[in-house]
């Protein structure tokens, strides 16, 4: 089955510097790649997702790319704010088959 | 979250004792979840359903059932909670299009 490895598991930067969350996948066969939030005591939120169809894909200061031949994707998020601190989560999927495989999860820190 | 209610919240529960979690949806979807969050192992597939009386098994579903009598309700039993089953729970929704799955709210369960 798929296995989705999150690096790295804890993140700390200055605000206004940008971070970087990467994951690699094994099945070759997922096809969508979503980036969940999650606050404290609340349950993960989708922030932006990539299918394999794209490379790139940018909503405001949060960015992922993906490549498919080394079955890695990334989260970037530019111009850091203190509301960005939160537990990131990537996760992978074959597209119709309606199951999520999540990593492991980022603690990111924004410090002021 | 909008449409997801998980009940209870909060429960602290002796060893060796049944344990029934609920989830509940207002939107009429198919494709329901249930997660566990534990530190280092980010969300685990426990089991799923795809439709009333129709479910299959995650990867850690050992120890646990499911039922779902209703579209709206997904209920999650631990047979005989153990200490290992001390952990956060999350029941998701596949909502389809833009907005793929929406996770409720949490249930912390605590097996003294």
């Known amino acids: 089955g798929e296995n989705v490895e999150q690096h790295p598991s804890t993140l700390s930067v200055q605000e206004g510097d940008s971070a970087v969350i990467k994951c690699t996948y094994s099945?070759?066969?997922?096809?969508?790649f979503p980036w969940y939030k999650q606050e404290l005591g609340k349950g993960p939120q989708l922030i932006i997702d990539?299918?394999?169809?794209?490379g790139e894909k940018k909503d405001q200061r949060i960015a992922v790319t993906l490549n498919k031949t080394a079955k890695h994707f990334s989260l970037h998020i530019t111009e850091t704010q203190p509301e960005d601190s939160a537990v990131y989560f990537c996760?992978?999927?074959?597209?119709?088959?309606?199951?999520?495989?999540f990593g492991q999860g980022t603690r990111l820190t924004i410090n002021p | 979250d909008a449409g997801i209610t998980q009940s209870p919240r909060h429960k602290v529960t002796e060893t060796g004792t049944p344990v029934t979690l609920r989830c509940h949806q207002t939107?009429?979807?198919?494709?329901m979840y249930w997660y566990r969050q534990d530190p280092g192992h980010g969300l685990r597939l426990i089991h799923y359903?795809?439709?009333?009386?129709?479910?299959d098994k995650g990867e850690v579903s050992d120890g646990y059932s499911v039922s779902r009598s209703k579209t709206e309700d997904f209920l999650l039993t631990l047979e005989s909670a153990t200490s290992s089953q001390t952990s956060v729970y999350f029941c998701?929704?596949?909502?389809?299009?833009?907005?793929?799955?929406?996770f409720g709210s949490g249930t912390r369960l605590t097996v003294v």
């Open positions: 996760a992978a999927s074959i597209q119709g088959a309606q199951k999520l495989v």
């Open positions: 099945d070759s066969a997922s096809n969508y």
């Open positions: 990539i299918r394999s169809n794209v």
């Open positions: 939107e009429n979807h198919r494709y």
């Open positions: 359903s795809y439709g009333v009386k129709d479910t």
């Open positions: 998701a929704i596949f909502s389809g299009g833009n907005y793929g799955y929406t």
